[in-house]
């Protein structure tokens, strides 16, 4: 059975940091691209960031952008969400979510999920 479970989240400042993981088990997803996703309160899941499976391309919400980096370790099938420089705007439930191939920043595109990781970023 296909499992990505999250981890790494919790309560921050402003202005601190948090990396995320997300580890996938139950078949071999090092060759899936992966991305992460937030959901907000009372608000629509959104795009945060993807990445290709081997790495060699990601792509970023405006959002984060400059304050967030994606990356992967297929030996490790996990990736990882570092995050910077978080406001309180950031607070939300964040999913991993993985799709065989491309780059999607739709939600619906992604094909397996996570159960989420709790941030909160207090001001």
């Known amino acids: 059975q296909v499992q990505l479970v999250e981890s790494g989240g919790g309560l921050v400042q402003a202005g601190g940091s948090l990396k995320l993981s997300c580890a996938a088990s139950?078949?071999?997803?090092?060759?899936?691209?992966k991305g992460w996703f937030r959901q907000a309160p009372g608000k629509e899941r959104e795009f945060v960031a993807a990445i290709t499976w081997t790495g060699g391309s990601t792509s970023y919400a405006d959002s984060a952008k400059g304050r967030f980096t994606i990356s992967r370790d297929n030996a490790k099938n996990t990736v990882y969400l570092q995050m910077n420089s978080l406001k309180p705007e950031d607070t939300a439930v964040y999913y991993c979510?993985?799709?065989?191939?491309?780059?999607?920043?739709?939600?619906?595109?992604?094909?397996?999920w996570g159960q989420g990781t709790q941030v909160t970023v207090s001001s």
């Open positions: 139950g078949r071999p997803f090092s060759t899936y691209s």
């Open positions: 979510a993985a799709v065989f191939r491309g780059l999607p920043t739709m939600d619906r595109d992604y094909t397996h």
